[in-house]
T-cell receptor, first 113, second 117 residues
Protein backbone atom coordinates (compact mmCIF):
# COMPACT_ATOMS: atom_id res chain seq x y z
CA UNK A 1 0.00 0.00 0.00
CA UNK A 2 1.02 3.64 0.10
CA UNK A 3 3.33 4.04 3.04
CA UNK A 4 6.28 6.26 3.74
CA UNK A 5 7.30 6.06 7.36
CA UNK A 6 9.73 7.65 9.77
CA UNK A 7 11.22 5.70 12.66
CA UNK A 8 12.19 8.60 14.96
CA UNK A 9 9.43 11.07 15.69
CA UNK A 10 11.69 13.48 17.62
CA UNK A 11 15.38 14.23 17.21
CA UNK A 12 17.24 16.57 19.55
CA UNK A 13 20.69 17.82 18.58
CA UNK A 14 23.13 20.36 19.90
CA UNK A 15 23.69 23.48 17.85
CA UNK A 16 26.66 22.98 15.56
CA UNK A 17 26.33 19.20 15.44
CA UNK A 18 25.28 17.30 12.35
CA UNK A 19 21.72 15.93 12.15
CA UNK A 20 20.56 12.80 10.38
CA UNK A 21 16.87 12.27 9.76
CA UNK A 22 15.80 8.90 8.43
CA UNK A 23 12.90 7.71 6.35
CA UNK A 24 11.80 4.25 5.23
CA UNK A 25 9.64 3.95 2.18
CA UNK A 26 7.64 0.91 1.18
CA UNK A 27 7.11 1.25 -2.55
CA UNK A 28 10.11 -0.10 -4.44
CA UNK A 29 8.66 1.47 -7.59
CA UNK A 30 9.04 5.00 -6.22
CA UNK A 31 11.50 6.90 -8.33
CA UNK A 32 11.51 10.44 -6.98
CA UNK A 33 11.92 11.60 -3.39
CA UNK A 34 11.70 14.98 -1.74
CA UNK A 35 12.52 16.30 1.71
CA UNK A 36 10.36 19.08 3.08
CA UNK A 37 10.78 21.27 6.14
CA UNK A 38 7.70 22.54 7.94
CA UNK A 39 7.92 25.33 10.49
CA UNK A 40 5.11 26.09 12.86
CA UNK A 41 2.15 27.70 11.08
CA UNK A 42 3.68 27.34 7.63
CA UNK A 43 3.40 25.03 4.68
CA UNK A 44 5.97 22.39 3.71
CA UNK A 45 9.08 24.04 2.29
CA UNK A 46 11.14 22.24 -0.34
CA UNK A 47 14.66 21.36 0.83
CA UNK A 48 16.13 18.89 -1.61
CA UNK A 49 15.08 16.15 -3.98
CA UNK A 50 16.65 13.07 -5.49
CA UNK A 51 15.85 10.76 -8.37
CA UNK A 52 16.11 7.01 -8.02
CA UNK A 53 19.00 6.89 -10.51
CA UNK A 54 21.15 8.66 -7.89
CA UNK A 55 22.26 7.59 -4.42
CA UNK A 56 23.46 10.96 -3.14
CA UNK A 57 22.72 14.58 -3.75
CA UNK A 58 24.14 17.61 -1.97
CA UNK A 59 22.75 21.04 -1.40
CA UNK A 60 23.74 23.89 0.84
CA UNK A 61 24.44 22.25 4.24
CA UNK A 62 22.11 19.36 3.34
CA UNK A 63 22.74 15.98 1.80
CA UNK A 64 20.19 13.37 0.83
CA UNK A 65 21.18 9.73 0.63
CA UNK A 66 19.09 7.08 -1.08
CA UNK A 67 19.55 3.36 -0.54
CA UNK A 68 17.19 1.57 -2.87
CA UNK A 69 18.29 -1.87 -1.69
CA UNK A 70 16.76 -1.33 1.73
CA UNK A 71 14.31 1.39 0.66
CA UNK A 72 15.84 3.99 2.93
CA UNK A 73 16.22 7.73 2.58
CA UNK A 74 18.10 10.07 4.87
CA UNK A 75 18.60 13.80 5.22
CA UNK A 76 21.84 15.04 6.67
CA UNK A 77 22.08 18.59 7.92
CA UNK A 78 25.57 19.88 8.59
CA UNK A 79 26.30 22.28 11.44
CA UNK A 80 22.71 22.34 12.63
CA UNK A 81 21.41 25.78 13.58
CA UNK A 82 18.46 26.86 15.75
CA UNK A 83 16.66 27.91 12.56
CA UNK A 84 16.70 24.27 11.46
CA UNK A 85 14.23 23.39 14.22
CA UNK A 86 11.11 22.19 12.43
CA UNK A 87 9.24 19.07 11.34
CA UNK A 88 10.87 17.27 8.44
CA UNK A 89 8.90 15.13 6.01
CA UNK A 90 10.07 12.80 3.33
CA UNK A 91 7.75 12.32 0.37
CA UNK A 92 7.81 9.86 -2.47
CA UNK A 93 6.53 9.89 -6.00
CA UNK A 94 5.72 6.86 -8.07
CA UNK A 95 3.75 6.42 -11.25
CA UNK A 96 1.81 3.78 -9.30
CA UNK A 97 0.54 6.54 -7.03
CA UNK A 98 -0.44 8.66 -9.98
CA UNK A 99 0.06 12.38 -10.04
CA UNK A 100 0.74 12.98 -6.34
CA UNK A 101 3.36 12.94 -3.65
CA UNK A 102 2.86 10.63 -0.68
CA UNK A 103 4.16 12.04 2.59
CA UNK A 104 5.70 10.25 5.51
CA UNK A 105 4.76 10.84 9.13
CA UNK A 106 7.38 13.49 9.92
CA UNK A 107 10.27 13.91 12.35
CA UNK A 108 10.54 16.79 14.78
CA UNK A 109 14.04 18.25 14.89
CA UNK A 110 14.88 20.25 18.01
CA UNK A 111 18.14 22.16 18.09
CA UNK A 112 19.51 22.97 21.52
CA UNK A 113 21.62 26.09 21.92
CA UNK B 1 11.05 34.09 -5.47
CA UNK B 2 7.51 33.30 -6.67
CA UNK B 3 5.29 31.60 -4.14
CA UNK B 4 1.90 29.99 -3.71
CA UNK B 5 -0.49 32.23 -1.80
CA UNK B 6 -3.57 31.11 0.10
CA UNK B 7 -6.49 33.00 1.59
CA UNK B 8 -7.84 33.23 4.18
CA UNK B 9 -5.16 32.15 6.64
CA UNK B 10 -7.84 31.10 9.11
CA UNK B 11 -11.48 30.26 8.49
CA UNK B 12 -14.00 29.47 11.20
CA UNK B 13 -17.32 28.02 10.12
CA UNK B 14 -20.28 26.23 11.58
CA UNK B 15 -21.00 22.61 10.82
CA UNK B 16 -23.10 22.26 7.68
CA UNK B 17 -21.93 25.52 6.15
CA UNK B 18 -20.13 25.81 2.83
CA UNK B 19 -16.56 27.11 2.69
CA UNK B 20 -14.33 28.09 -0.19
CA UNK B 21 -10.59 28.08 0.25
CA UNK B 22 -8.62 30.09 -2.25
CA UNK B 23 -5.19 29.70 -3.74
CA UNK B 24 -3.07 31.52 -6.28
CA UNK B 25 -0.51 29.04 -7.62
CA UNK B 26 2.85 30.05 -9.05
CA UNK B 27 2.13 31.66 -12.40
CA UNK B 28 3.91 29.33 -14.82
CA UNK B 29 2.91 26.14 -13.00
CA UNK B 30 0.42 23.80 -14.59
CA UNK B 31 -0.28 21.13 -11.97
CA UNK B 32 -2.29 22.10 -8.90
CA UNK B 33 -2.98 20.23 -5.69
CA UNK B 34 -4.83 20.34 -2.42
CA UNK B 35 -3.48 18.56 0.63
CA UNK B 36 -4.69 18.65 4.20
CA UNK B 37 -3.01 18.17 7.55
CA UNK B 38 -4.92 17.38 10.70
CA UNK B 39 -3.10 18.77 13.73
CA UNK B 40 0.00 16.74 14.54
CA UNK B 41 -0.48 14.34 11.66
CA UNK B 42 1.06 13.90 8.27
CA UNK B 43 0.22 15.78 5.11
CA UNK B 44 -2.52 13.93 3.19
CA UNK B 45 -3.26 14.20 -0.50
CA UNK B 46 -6.75 15.32 -1.48
CA UNK B 47 -6.78 16.10 -5.19
CA UNK B 48 -4.64 17.00 -8.18
CA UNK B 49 -5.76 19.13 -11.11
CA UNK B 50 -4.33 19.54 -14.58
CA UNK B 51 -5.62 20.90 -17.85
CA UNK B 52 -8.86 22.04 -16.20
CA UNK B 53 -9.81 18.69 -14.81
CA UNK B 54 -9.17 16.47 -11.81
CA UNK B 55 -6.35 14.02 -12.53
CA UNK B 56 -6.28 12.21 -9.18
CA UNK B 57 -8.33 12.26 -6.00
CA UNK B 58 -8.15 10.44 -2.70
CA UNK B 59 -10.85 8.68 -0.72
CA UNK B 60 -11.08 11.78 1.46
CA UNK B 61 -12.18 13.83 -1.53
CA UNK B 62 -15.81 12.76 -1.58
CA UNK B 63 -18.88 14.42 -3.09
CA UNK B 64 -18.72 17.20 -0.50
CA UNK B 65 -15.50 18.47 -2.05
CA UNK B 66 -14.97 20.20 -5.36
CA UNK B 67 -12.20 22.17 -7.02
CA UNK B 68 -12.29 24.87 -9.62
CA UNK B 69 -9.98 27.11 -11.57
CA UNK B 70 -12.38 29.96 -12.24
CA UNK B 71 -9.84 32.12 -14.07
CA UNK B 72 -6.22 32.08 -15.12
CA UNK B 73 -4.81 32.62 -11.65
CA UNK B 74 -7.04 31.22 -8.89
CA UNK B 75 -7.56 27.65 -7.75
CA UNK B 76 -10.28 26.96 -5.20
CA UNK B 77 -11.37 24.15 -2.91
CA UNK B 78 -15.03 24.09 -1.90
CA UNK B 79 -16.49 22.03 0.90
CA UNK B 80 -20.27 22.04 0.51
CA UNK B 81 -21.41 21.00 3.97
CA UNK B 82 -18.61 21.06 6.49
CA UNK B 83 -18.26 18.46 9.22
CA UNK B 84 -16.35 18.66 12.47
CA UNK B 85 -13.75 16.26 11.11
CA UNK B 86 -12.99 18.64 8.23
CA UNK B 87 -11.12 20.82 10.73
CA UNK B 88 -7.52 20.84 9.51
CA UNK B 89 -4.87 22.86 7.72
CA UNK B 90 -5.49 22.87 3.99
CA UNK B 91 -2.49 23.38 1.75
CA UNK B 92 -2.48 24.30 -1.89
CA UNK B 93 0.50 23.32 -4.01
CA UNK B 94 1.61 23.67 -7.58
CA UNK B 95 4.39 22.44 -9.81
CA UNK B 96 5.79 22.70 -13.27
CA UNK B 97 4.83 20.08 -15.79
CA UNK B 98 7.42 17.32 -16.32
CA UNK B 99 10.03 18.74 -18.62
CA UNK B 100 13.44 17.49 -19.47
CA UNK B 101 13.93 16.51 -15.84
CA UNK B 102 10.65 14.60 -15.86
CA UNK B 103 9.94 15.36 -12.19
CA UNK B 104 9.64 18.62 -10.36
CA UNK B 105 8.89 19.33 -6.70
CA UNK B 106 5.59 20.62 -5.37
CA UNK B 107 5.66 24.13 -3.97
CA UNK B 108 3.25 24.71 -1.10
CA UNK B 109 1.41 27.71 0.25
CA UNK B 110 1.25 28.47 3.97
CA UNK B 111 -2.20 26.99 4.28
CA UNK B 112 -5.66 27.86 5.51
CA UNK B 113 -6.55 26.71 8.98
CA UNK B 114 -10.17 25.56 8.84
CA UNK B 115 -12.02 25.27 12.13
CA UNK B 116 -15.49 23.74 12.04
CA UNK B 117 -17.56 24.32 15.17
Amino acid sequence: GESVGLHLPTLSVQEGDNSIINCAYSNSASDYFIWYKQESGKGPQFIIDIRSNMDKRQGQRVTVLLNKTVKHLSLQIAATQPGDSAVYFCAEYSMEYGNKLVFGAGTILRVKS
Amino acid sequence: EPEVTQTPSHQVTQMGQEVILRCVPISNHLYFYWYRQILGQKVEFLVSFYNNEISEKSEIFDDQFSVERPDGSNFTLKIRSTKLEDSAMYFCASRLPPGQSLYSPLHFGNGTRLTVT
